[in-house]
Each structure stands twice: as structure tokens, then as C-alpha cells.
């Protein structure tokens, strides 16, 4: 049981340039989420997903993309790449609503 | 709209003594409440949670925090800090809208332990 996982761990992009963050989880949870973090601001949601098929957006979803076609994996799409999206961004699932969420180890992403 | 405010974003204890971590919310909707730590270099673990059930909620290593609606605090406790309680805290309140996924966290206040 691994849990939440996410790949990669750190990535340098270049202003433009386009990537997908994974997120996987094993414990057959409906609902996962997209979070960045920030120092000094704490945690903040970007997408969410209740369910296959259902998305929608949090707090920051602007120059974030989602889809989710399978119950196990939520893989958050940048666009085009700001320097303002530099941060650490972690995915989190739970079996239900106001339930506790597990979170993935993080993916540091840097834009230059 | 939910809000939490951390007081502090770095406490510092001795080995031994008590750990106070603040957090005060605001919520339109009877809130659920929620502690969490994150290790350095490590996603977030969760400490406890109120879901309305008792006042005092106790977590895992020791912790923990007492609902207060008068005065809209969910305060993090620990009797006697230990080394390994060294981590960064964040408090998240949540309610019952956008399918129970409006978890909105505090700053975070990062706790260190002094031999």
C-alpha cells in the first residue's frame, strides 16, 4: 500500500514551457486534490475532484489544468509556465467529504 | 468566507516543556477543524480533527486541542515537547460546502525544540 505518490520530485522549467504533474493513490478514494504551498501562506486548493470525472476549481486555478478518468490518478497540467507558479505542490486524497486527506510526499517545481 | 490565523510563525520550546501552537478560525458553517504537521521534506500528516463530537480532541505523539466556540479557537497542546516534534504545524478548517473540499489552512507555524 503506497499510499499517495507523486512524480517527479523536483523539475526545473523554463518560462512557456508545459508539464504535467502525476499523482497516484491506492486507497481507492473518491475525492483528491490539488494543492500548492507557499511560505508564509500555507496550503491553498487549486483543483479538486469528487469523483471519475468530476473537477472543479479551488482557491488558485488560474494557469492549472485537471482531468480525472480514473479513481486512482488526478494529474495537475501546467499550461504555460510563469515564474509565479514556482512552488511545492502536493496532491491529496480522501474516502469522503470533511474526511481526513492524505497527502504525497510533493513535487518542488521551479520556473526560470 | 472560512479564515484561520496562526499566532506565530515560529515557536520555540526546551525539551520538556509546554507546546502551545495557536489557531483561531472563522466559519459561517459549523466548522470541522484540523491539525496538521509536516516534516521537513514530507508531505502533511494529520495530528487530530473535531467533527463535533467532543470539545477535546486527542491526536497522535501526545497532541492535543480544544474546540472553544466562544472564542473560536482550536489551540494545539502538547504536555512535554520532545526533539522529534520539531516540524512545521498548519491548522485547516473545513465546512460543508463545495462537497465538503473547502479546506482552507492557516500560515503554518514551525516549531522548534531546544535541547
Known amino acids: 500500500n503506497a499510499g499517495v505518490t507523486q512524480t517527479p520530485k523536483f523539475q526545473v522549467l523554463k518560462t512557456g514551457q508545459s508539464m504535467t504533474l502525476q499523482c497516484a493513490q491506492d486507497m481507492n478514494h473518491e475525492y483528491m486534490s490539488w494543492y500548492r504551498q507557499d511560505p508564509g501562506m500555507g496550503l491553498r486548493l487549486i483543483h479538486y475532484s469528487v469523483g471519475a470525472g468530476i473537477t472543479d476549481q479551488g482557491e488558485v486555478p488560474n494557469g492549472y489544468n485537471v482531468s480525472r478518468s480514473t479513481t486512482e490518478d488526478f494529474p495537475l497540467r501546467l499550461l504555460s509556465a510563469a515564474p509565479s507558479q514556482t512552488s511545492v505542490y502536493f496532491c491529496?486524497?480522501?474516502?469522503?467529504?470533511?474526511?481526513?486527506?492524505?497527502f504525497g510526499p510533493g513535487t518542488r517545481l521551479l520556473v526560470l | 468566507a472560512q479564515s484561520v490565523t496562526q499566532l506565530g510563525s515560529h515557536v520555540s520550546v526546551s525539551e520538556g516543556a509546554l507546546v502551545l501552537l495557536r489557531c483561531n478560525y472563522s466559519s459561517s458553517v459549523p466548522p470541522y477543524l484540523f491539525w496538521y504537521v509536516q516534516y521537513p521534506n514530507q508531505g502533511l500528516q494529520l495530528l487530530l480533527k473535531?467533527?463535533?463530537?467532543?470539545?477535546l480532541v486527542k491526536g497522535i505523539n501526545g497532541f492535543e486541542a480544544e474546540f472553544k466556540k466562544s472564542e473560536t479557537s482550536f489551540h494545539l497542546t502538547k504536555p512535554s515537547a520532545h526533539m522529534s516534534d520539531a516540524a512545521e504545524y498548519f491548522c485547516?478548517?473545513?465546512?460543508?460546502?463545495?462537497?465538503?473540499?473547502?479546506?482552507?489552512f492557516g500560515p503554518g507555524t514551525r516549531l522548534s525544540v531546544l535541547p
Open positions: 491529496a486524497s480522501s474516502p469522503g467529504p470533511l474526511e481526513t486527506q492524505y
Open positions: 473535531y467533527t463535533s463530537a467532543a470539545t
Open positions: 485547516a478548517v473545513s465546512g460543508a460546502d463545495n462537497y465538503g473540499q473547502n479546506f482552507v
